[in-house]
């Protein structure tokens, strides 16, 4: 306990990062308030049954379930830390003398939800990262499920997307996603890795390269022990390029892919299948660091210093927003970052950990990073943007009659990216596919409104909110 | 001394700022057959263009000579549409203009006095303005406030999509002649022996012409400065607000009667209102707020919830709607709430068409009009002398800027003689 | 029924005992457990598609399954856009499809 004794440390997002930052902040001597938007605590990870269906095995889906556990109970039963689940943060006021988090408390979408304002000593942003999925012609058909999507339905829902699944995209995600699936009963007929053979396949063949990363070498390892035990081909250099269907999807068609992922012509198989998960990467989600001005890297995630502060004073950040780098990671930089917001040396350990992690990330990007081929499997028809259905031809033809390569401008003559998601989906894509990448800047991730809000309830907001005393001692049950 | 003109060829007249004020400029300009050079520092339509509304309203303007040039524009833009349709093709995304028509509500007695009072002025002015009851007022608009009392119905007001208006008319100036450049910016001036201005300088060269038109939005001031010259446009920002997507119930543009107050004041503090539309693409739109805080661009989760406010206070139904999206953008804003269109006073070879405040948009195709008239002599649709860079209300701000400018100016005097020859009359 | 909730007997986490609800789908009753979102008794109950896209009146349900995508968006109890894949199903909601919302006004352009 060497930090700013009382400072308040307001942590968004209850993930492996945002869990280990509240409970290192909070062993640092802070006030701790932990938001997430979900009804319970452990973000993508450990996405798990709610309350209301409690498991006896819960385990058996998960890994680390003993950390989880512990970090949970211990920030729940920690006398500094405020826990606030279905706590949506939508929007952030920088100020001259820093952020003011503006956060309705209640069911998602509901109307009416109760408004809630603070403003933090010190802020940690461990908001996660959702799973980005390039367009291919039918991934629109009902069927067709990001991966997180087959993932999160089996883990908090114990929904099986289909009974013939087809999972495929890019890095090692890919692989619990096909776990989960198999412990749904579905059959998965395949899973499809389009980067080739020297990326994750040199890995599983040598392990020891990932020796550095214990934790993550001995999941990776378990995954591919049981995809053999159920004879699921792994195949690198090969992706989904077509999903097909009346009204849903019945089939696919696969294709081997060169190194740069174009599909090699004459390669196609067609495939029955009654669902597709398929991912090739992570977007961060970054409305609130973008909102508090931080800075970006080029590929776009908030740029940290050792010890995870951002370039905003009072801000740092920790896990997937900061790269892409598995549960180990964020769980060591939300240490370090936890530690480093309440004033506090983070422990040498804890700064290893993340230093190893780190490594990790870089790997996954360098050998699983979306190739530019993959543009040769759209088609003119294919849809692009799925809220407002812009075609790839159209997105094209748009940009070309108005001599346009912006992505504002093209937005709002195409349609792309205007619809709910906010280009959440197509943004990336849209962005690549004009070659109008914004390099250090927010591009299509500026969303001062992070998500959507009834207008009563804005309409509701006090004129001058009345901040909360600095939280008490009692942790909210989630 | 820089005498080349690496920038490209010379051009009749360099417009600075693509924005939808620079877009008209250079499509009237062009088609008029003058060689056109459009520059922009960053993209175009990407700007104040891209970050506003496209109403294009007489209702909140009060008779004068900014109503005199919102009914000749707004006459303008129903034949432009057309034209700019035609000319472009149906595969080009359609401008979207809607003649749907303005409704101004009150909820008081003394709101309903003072807008009649307005609509009065209007009608002399020659705009369609027909007082309604409450009761009309829900049959135009069923999902009104029960509150409401009355109003004035405004058939004139129409709205276009601004960001297609504004790459429809650099389209359209482009099949004329005109050259767009962007990400170039402009850094300075290029003077003649006699001082007069001759091309600018820029980020990717120097570039002669025999007339440069400022059309820079909000940053008007910044380039007028550049070029040696004075310009008293500030920002004045705005933030609008966009539901999702829903079944249309909002068929005009709706505001409350404070609109009109807000636009005619000079206040810094933040000032509200709430002009409800609905677009083509089913979202409704909700704007807008009025701050002067400079080029601040940090939104504030209270201006959002005052403009919330004023809107359910106007259609209750909208409380429960969603809104996923707000976004800000900087009116070039005059002292005198009036656009300079003109020639500057001091500066020979240098013209201004900017601080259109929050009416760039409507007043647009008449102030590209202007424009060309004024440097081609031709005759003006309107009296142009109000909007002239030299009218008493801005001589009167004036400071004296001769000599503090000069650092910015090269002489490029071996391209005088060509460039004056460049606008044609 | 391609998609489907796991039978509580064949399920390795062993679940506890269902504590069934229904909820009223166009009309239409549609069981589920408690706990469950609307999505997941969508899908459990072999639903995969309740929403019409506004342009193309194309059938959408369930993509990202965490609330980014905005696919799944249905009306509870009046109240529209909300996300089916976050809100957690009560006894009796009364969920309807989304249809198209441009009244009239196909793009043109498309
Ligand atoms: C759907 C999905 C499933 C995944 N499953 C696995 C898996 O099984 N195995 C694996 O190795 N990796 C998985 N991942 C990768 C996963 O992202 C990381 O391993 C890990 O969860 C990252 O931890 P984190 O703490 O950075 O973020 P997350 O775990 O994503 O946590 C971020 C939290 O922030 C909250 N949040 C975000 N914005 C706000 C806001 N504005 N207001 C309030 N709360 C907010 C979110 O609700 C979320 O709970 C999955 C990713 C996704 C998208
Ligand atoms: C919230 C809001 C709502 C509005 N609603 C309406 C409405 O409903 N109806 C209406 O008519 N108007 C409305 N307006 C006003 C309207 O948007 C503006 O009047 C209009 O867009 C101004 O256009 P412009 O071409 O002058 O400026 P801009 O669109 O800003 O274009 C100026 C261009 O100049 C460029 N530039 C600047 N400096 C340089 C340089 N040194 N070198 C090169 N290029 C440079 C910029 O990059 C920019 O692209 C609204 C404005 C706001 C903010
Ligand atoms: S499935 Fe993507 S938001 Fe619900």
């Known amino acids: 306990m060497n930090g700013v004794r009382g400072r308040h440390v307001v942590v968004v997002g209850a993930g492996p990062a945002g869990l280990a930052a509240a409970r290192a902040a909070a062993d640092a001597g802070a006030r701790v308030t932990l938001l997430d938007a979900a009804d319970g605590l452990g973000g993508q990870y450990w996405r798990h049954l709610p309350q209301a269906r409690p498991a006896a095995r819960e385990q058996v889906l998960h890994h680390r379930w003993d950390t989880y556990r512990e970090l949970s109970a211990a920030v729940r039963e920690h006398p500094a830390v405020t826990v606030r689940a279905s706590a949506q943060v939508w929007s952030l006021d920088r100020l001259d003398d820093g952020v003011r988090l503006h956060v309705l408390v209640g069911e998602p979408d509901d109307a009416g939800r109760a408004p809630l304002a603070l403003a933090p000593d010190a802020l940690v942003l461990a908001t996660g990262a959702h799973d980005r999925t390039l367009p291919f012609p039918g991934w629109q058909l009902p069927g067709v499920y990001s991966a997180g999507a087959a993932q999160a339905l089996a883990k908090g829902e114990r929904v099986a997307v289909g009974r013939r699944v087809v999972v495929a995209g890019a890095g090692p995600f890919l692989l619990p996603v096909a776990s989960s699936l198999l412990r749904t009963g579905a059959a998965v007929l395949g899973v499809h890795e389009a980067s080739r053979a020297g990326a994750l396949a040199r890995w599983l063949d040598r392990p020891w390269e990932l020796a550095a990363v214990p934790g993550k070498a001995a999941e990776l390892a378990g995954y591919v022990a049981e995809l053999a035990r159920h004879r699921v081909p792994w195949r690198a250099g090969e992706a989904v390029v077509a999903a097909h269907g009346d009204g849903q999807v019945e089939a696919v068609t696969i294709a081997r892919l060169d190194a740069r992922w174009a599909p090699v012509p004459g390669t196609e198989r067609v495939v029955a299948a009654d669902a597709v998960a398929v991912s090739h990467g992570f977007t961060p989600r970054l409305e609130l660091a973008v909102a508090a001005g931080c800075a970006l890297t080029p590929g776009r995630f908030v740029v940290v210093d050792r010890a995870q502060a951002t370039s905003v004073p009072g801000v740092w950040a920790a896990g997937e927003v900061t790269g892409i780098g598995g549960a180990d990671a964020a769980l060591a930089e939300g240490a370090v970052a936890g530690a480093a917001a309440a004033g506090a040396d983070p422990a040498p350990s804890a700064v290893r950990a993340r230093d190893r992690a780190r490594g990790f990330t870089a790997r996954i990007e360098a050998a699983h990073g979306v190739r530019g081929g993959w543009v040769r499997w759209l088609r003119d028809d294919t849809v692009v943007c799925r809220c407002e259905e812009t075609t790839y031809g159209r997105l094209r033809e748009v940009a070309d009659l108005t001599a346009s390569r912006e992505t504002r401008s093209v937005k709002l003559t195409s349609r792309a990216g205007l619809g709910p998601c906010q280009a959440r989906m197509c943004g990336r894509t849209v962005e690549e596919l004009l070659g109008a990448m914004d390099p250090g800047g927010p591009g299509v991730d500026r969303r001062p409104v992070v998500v959507p809000v009834r207008l009563g309830d804005l309409a509701a907001l006090p004129d001058a909110p009345e901040l909360p005393p600095t939280p008490a001692t009692t942790g909210d049950p989630t | 001394m820089s005498t080349g003109v690496s920038g490209g060829a010379a051009a009749d007249v360099v417009v600075v700022g693509a924005g939808i004020v620079g877009a008209a400029c250079a499509r009237a300009l062009a088609r008029a057959g003058t060689r056109v050079t459009v520059l922009d520092r960053g993209a175009a339509a990407s700007a104040t263009s891209a970050h506003g509304e496209g109403n294009l309203l007489v209702s909140d303007k009060g008779p004068g000579p900014e109503l005199d040039l919102a009914l000749v524009s707004l006459r303008r833009w129903t034949v432009l549409a057309g034209e700019l349709a035609d000319e472009l093709g149906p595969r080009f995304p359609s401008v979207e203009h809607e003649p749907k028509g303005g409704l101004v509500v009150v909820a008081s007695e003394p709101g309903l006095a003072g807008l009649r009072e307005l609509a009065a002025g209007q009608r002399a002015a020659g705009v369609e303005a027909v007082e309604v009851t409450g009761e009309q007022a829900r049959e135009l608009e069923p999902d009104l406030a029960p509150g409401v009392l009355g109003g004035v119905h405004y058939p004139q007001d129409a709205q276009v999509q601004p960001v297609v208006a504004t790459e429809a008319l650099l389209a359209s100036a482009r099949r004329a002649g005109a050259v767009v450049r962007t990400g170039v910016e402009v850094t300075g001036g290029l003077r003649g022996a006699d001082g007069r201005l001759v091309g600018v300088t820029t980020s990717a060269g120097d570039l002669a012409a025999g007339a440069v038109v400022v059309a820079a939005g909000p940053w008007s001031g910044e380039v007028a400065r550049r070029l040696g010259a004075w310009v008293p446009v500030r920002p004045r920002r705005g933030t609008v607000l966009v539901t999702t997507p829903m079944s249309q119930r909002v068929h005009h543009k709706v505001y409350d009667g404070d609109y009109f107050a807000a636009t005619q004041s000079a206040g810094a503090e933040l000032q509200t209102s709430a002009v409800v539309e609905s677009t083509r693409g089913g979202t409704v739109l909700i704007g807008s707020s009025r701050e002067q805080v400079g080029f601040d661009d940090r939104p504030r989760a209270e201006v959002l919830a005052h403009m919330a406010r004023r809107a359910v206070a106007v259609f209750p139904f909208l409380a429960q709607t969603n809104v996923m999206r707000s976004y800000l953008g900087f009116r070039p804003y005059m002292p005198d709430h009036l656009p300079v269109i003109g020639a500057d006073p001091e500066l020979p070879g240098l013209w201004f068409a900017t601080g259109h405040e929050g009416a760039g948009v409507g007043l647009a195709p008449a102030t590209g009009d202007l424009v060309a008239a004024a440097l081609l002599g031709a005759d003006p649709a309107v009296d142009p002398r109000p909007y002239a860079a030299d009218r008493p209300t801005l001589s009167a701000l004036r400071p004296d800027v001769s000599d503090a400018q000069a650092a910015q100016v090269t002489c490029a005097s071996g391209t005088t003689e060509k460039a004056h020859e460049g606008v044609r009359p | ?110």
């Open chain 3, 1 to 110: 029924m391609t998609s489907h909730r796991i039978s509580a007997e064949a399920d390795p986490v062993r679940p506890g005992a269902d504590r069934p609800l229904t909820i009223v789908v166009d009309g239409e009753p549609v069981t589920g457990t408690a706990g469950q979102t609307l999505a997941g008794v969508l899908l459990g109950a072999g639903r995969r598609e309740w929403r019409t896209t506004s342009g193309g009146g194309a059938p959408r349900g369930v993509f990202c399954g965490i609330g980014v995508c905005f696919d799944c968006l249905v009306e509870v109890n009046g109240l529209r856009d909300v996300r089916a894949c976050l809100r957690r199903a009560q006894d009796g909601d009364v969920v309807v499809r989304q249809g198209p919302d441009r009244a009239g006004a196909q793009e043109a352009d498309r």
